[in-house]
Nanobody, 123 residues
Framework: QVQLVESGGGLVQAGGSLRLSCAAS????????MGWFRQAPGKEREFVTA????????YYTDSVKGRFTISRDNARNTVALQMNSLKPEDTAVYYC????????????????WGQGTQVTVSS
C-alpha cells in the first residue's frame, strides 16, 4: 500500500505560480513512477505530467509544457509540481498518483491516488 497526500493548492491570479507537493508513505517510494492528473468541473480526469522512478525521465501534456515542472525527492518520499504562468484553464482538482515501475498517461493504469488539491486560477 502507498498513501499519498497532496498539498499546496489555492487561488492564484492568471500568470501566477503555485507549487504542489505530494507526500508518500508506505511501500518503497522509489519503486513507483509518479504522475499528476487534474479534473475540472464537468470534465474527465486528464493527465498532466509524470516522472520516472529515478526522476531522470519526465513527460508533459502539451498544454503545460514549458510552464509546469515535475520533480521528486526519493529520500524524502515526495513529488512536486511547480506551476508557472498559470491560466484560468488550469483550474481543476489536481491529483498525484503512483504506478509501480513505469509511468503511463492513462489514469486507469495507476494504483494509488491522493485525495486531490484544488487549484483555482482567476482571470
Amino acid at each position: 500500500q502507498v498513501q499519498l497526500v497532496e498539498s499546496g493548492g489555492g487561488l492564484v491570479q492568471a500568470g501566477g505560480s503555485l507549487r504542489l507537493s505530494c507526500a508518500a508513505s508506505g511501500r518503497a517510494f522509489s519503486d513507483y513512477a509518479m504522475g499528476w492528473f487534474r479534473q475540472a468541473p464537468g470534465k474527465e480526469r486528464e493527465f498532466v505530467t509524470a516522472i520516472s522512478r529515478s526522476g531522470v525521465t519526465t513527460y508533459y501534456t502539451d498544454s503545460v509544457k514549458g510552464r509546469f515542472t515535475i520533480s521528486r525527492d526519493n529520500a524524502r518520499n515526495t513529488v512536486a509540481l511547480q506551476m508557472n504562468s498559470l491560466k484560468p484553464e488550469d483550474t481543476a482538482v489536481y491529483y498525484c498518483a503512483a504506478r509501480r515501475l513505469i509511468y503511463t498517461t492513462r489514469s486507469n493504469d495507476y494504483d494509488y491516488w491522493g485525495q486531490g488539491t484544488q487549484v483555482t486560477v482567476s482571470s
